[in-house]
């Protein structure tokens, strides 16, 4: 294949795909040796021949029967000749056999249309008016020609101009004209004579064709308006006023007096008005209306388009600016409109603004603009449209009386109140609005002018650090022997400044510092016991109370004075014998009002050395021993006294956790040659006693409502005796006895559960016979004194005075049509011969709560069920030997007992077999999870038998007596069985153990909440439950965890809860909890240091004294400083002078 204009020196040589010879098994070419003859002819014939060949260029396109030929020369395979093959096809004709082993074709060659070259059309530009012919339209000219694009080669210059046409569209042209009659665009043809048209593109859309020699083009025109001299004319209108708040469909319509008028005779031009929208805003030279409206909202002048329609309109001209055009038969002008604002009431408001604050050095160019909360308000709360904004200006001075300004200030230089002007303009203001609001100093012209104080406070605090000297001594010293301050004692800023002061230490010194209230007690003139110490170091400072103290040793930094408590740790004496005292003062689980001796036993304490020789000093250890009368609870973390009535000497009284001292007499020489701080041991040295805190868990015992629920017959009166029959309605402790102090009392009949529940009386709601339903009854029990505290009534009603329990009884009653003498045949054998039933309940007594499991008999197949009327349910039985869960069981007069086993389906008694506690039933039992700890089995037996999930017994396992096994959960069931498990799948029961605490005794306390990590180290590590570091977890530093509970030990470690057996140590950690409550700062500091959550100082922000802040969240750092969150990550420091006030709320 060529294209025209290719040589035959360009065709494409493509060996074995230009020819193949074939033996019928492949090819006989010799691939490499084909050859190509440099000539082309114009039959196969005259290529065979060489007969006129050329090697010009081809000229025209060819096609399938008449193409252009060359030589294609093959030399065949393997040295063979043509005579070696009977080849189809006539030597001379088809083929030349050159008798060398080659053979010689005519290959066809077929050639295609060329690439088209790309072109371009130019002609001059014409242009017309209206009216006038299209034979007055200029001829062609010498720049009429077609170029190539690329070099501008003239193509062709022979160009002709034909008809003209008002539209043309992709190619084709439309509407021919012999003259124009409107302004616009038309098209003129233009053809161009040139040898192969088809050769060339064009980019151009206005090229029509290119094709027979002849390239047509559409020549664009361009119209315009003849010029003629105007008429000058005017518009006249009414005028048109309204006011704010009209919509303009009030406007006056258009009317005679709605003409065009010519200028010079005042000859009308058109009286046909047609009024239109109308704008806010129009521009008189773009001639543009801007903001369309409905109704006017401020005064003004608007605009209405008015149009006229006018035959040959753009023939007059118009000096008025209103008018918008003249043109295509219409004349549109904008009619002014004049908006006043209405004559209204006054409309009480006020005025909404933010609070400004600064701080004393600031520029008043910091100072915020107006935002979304400066708004005006009327008093009932509807929003006044308007803008507000803040002059740049602002005063020291404002008087209320005389609304005058005075002091211009560019900066604040003091502490105490300014003042800037804020103005708001009011949209759609007929200055109808008061204010009360003394501030307002003036409200016209739709501007409110308002004086905003803004409240400047003192600069920014600084961090400072203490620095001093490690000061110890040793016991039997004198205070008077203390070194003196120095050069190390210094104040430094947080960047390394030092802080200019003269640094003192106090005469006295103190055994006690408590850090929460700075407070310094027990004052000393010698160490008589090892331990820490403390002494005040003052430094007298420049504007001390400018700079802040993470340190909780500062206890104050006012009036040019900074206090800080110095540590001083005092040691033995070298060579002197210091030993580690043990004691065992277990922790004790009683029962409320219970008799247990547990709190008054003293088996089981002990105080000794690291031997084990006791350290109390008495003729018998029990002798030495004692219990705290007094009682305490955790309150926020703090110890705090109990309520006497609720625990005293041996006796608690209500449910709880408390703590009470153990006390162990020893002597002035244990006291001073032992160290009892290790295990949390308070030493008293006047009556030679060292105490120890005990927890105390006191938990109420289950309490057992028995209470029958009657079933009578209809018209039964709802005063019937019956009804109020104490026989078999009981209320007892898990020892059988009678917990109420008297007779139950029975009130009259509620029509539901919830009027029987709500009620606040017993009269009931229902009287008169009762008819066929579900009704309801008041059980009430009375109860001896603190019996409400002393048990669990599950869902009995205590009275608010403590003195009764109530309960809620369902009473049925039966159809009118009932009647039947079913009294419950079944005798246990149960063969299908139940009397059916009639419906008749047989006076069921239903006895609720009592929870077990039934288990059918073997003695047949399956066993019947009946529904709640004693009817055989169809198709509804029980396989032999399956055990099934009951909640309550129900008698009848005849004897009959029958257990409920689902919703309306009982089964009889007789064939079953019924056990209190869950027979391999794992659901029956309440889980309680991650209850870490101790339990040791009692002395009373020699050994303890364990029971498997299913709650069986492990036979051949047993625990002996006295002995301690790890625990870390317990569960509960509907009984009260407490059980405690002590290995995988082994359970023992609560009655059989006492639970103690982990082997590092650690004491459990529930407190939900957040700890963040703080910022000394990248990572934190966690312990297990038994203390032991957990591999490839840490927490990273800065990253908060929720947390449940803490514990301690005795040797004053605390840990947070923060995953399934995973602890992180309080040191690494700042606790959060939410509270609510107030914060007051009093007049001990003139400002208070905020800090971040990080504990880092807020440089810029400070509370002032004498101010309250609203808390919802405290935290508790690692050294045991409390802050209370008064902002968004801002805290205030429990330091002195701030309080918080838990009994005020404010929302």
Known sequence: KAKVGDSVNKLTDNGTADITLSDGTGSIIDPAKTSYGDQYFTSASDTLNNINGTKDPFTTVTTPDKPYYRLVTVTLANGKSLSDYALNGTSGTDYIDNGDGTVTFAQEVTVNKADPIAATVNTDTVTSTVGSSVSTLPGVNDKYTVNKTDDKTLITSVASAGAVYRSYDAGQLSDPVTSFDIAGKYYRVITFNAADADKYSFADSNVISNENGIITYAQPIIVSEATVNPIAATVNTDTVTSTVGSSVSTLPAVNGNYTVNKADDNQTITSTPIAGAVYKGYDAKTKELSNSVTSFDTEGTYYRIITFEVANADKYSFADGNVISNENGKITYAQPITVNKATVDPIAAKVNIDTVTSTVGNLISTLPVTNDKYILKTVDGKTIKSEASAETTVYKNYDVETKKLSDPVTGFDAVGKYYRVITFKVINDNDQYTFTDPNVISNKDGVVTYIQAITVTAPEVTAATVNIDKVTSTVGS???????????????????????????????????????????????????????YYRVITFKVADADKYSFADGNIISNENGVITYVQPISVGQESGAKVSQAVTDTKNVKVDVNGDDSSLSSKVGYSLTDADGNSLIDAPTAVAGISFSPEYYIMKDNTLTPATSSDAHDYTISKKGTYYRRVIFKVSANTIANYDFSAIKGEVNKTDSTVSFLQKIDASTNPATATITSPSVNYDTSSDAASLKDPTGVTLKDDKGDTINS??????????????????TSDNGNVTGDLKEGSYYQRVTFPLAENDNNAYDFGDGIVSQDGKSVTYIREITVKPSTGGGSNTGGNTGNNTGNNNAGTGDEDDWTYYYDNYGVVTTKTGQDSYQLNNRANEAIENRELAKDTSWKTDQYRTNRAGVKQYRVATNEWIDSNDVYFAEKSTGDEDDWTYYYDSYGVVKTKADQNSYQLNNRANEMIKNRELGKNTSWKTDQYRTNRAGVKQYRVATNEWIDSRDVYLIDNEDDWTYYKDAGVVRTVIGQDYYSLKNWTNETVKNRALIKQSSWKTDQYRTNRAGVKQYHVAT?????????????????????DETSSYYTVYNIDREVVTNRALKKDTSWLTDRQAIDPAGNVYYRVATNEWIKQVKGVYLDTNAWYK
């Not at 030092?498 to 055994?511: E, L, R, W």
């Not at 008297?742 to 009620?759: D, V």
């Not at 057996?1061 to 700062?1081: C, L, P, Y």
């Open 478 to 532: 004198l205070i008077s022997t203390l070194p003196a301050t120095n050069k190390n004692y210094t104040l430094t800023t947080a960047d390394g400044k030092t802080i200019t002061s003269t640094a003192s230490a106090g005469t006295s010194v103190y055994k006690n510092y408590d850090a929460t209230t700075k407070k310094l007690s027990d004052s000393v003139t010698s160490f008589d016991t090892v331990g820490t």
């Open 1061 to 1081: 057996n995973e602890w992180i140590d309080s040191h690494d950690v700042t606790f959060i909890k939410d509270i609510k409550g107030i914060v007051n700062v």
């Open 742 to 759: 008297g007779n139950p009392t029975f009130s009259g009949i509620f029509s539901t559960k919830e009027n029987a529940q709500n009620a």
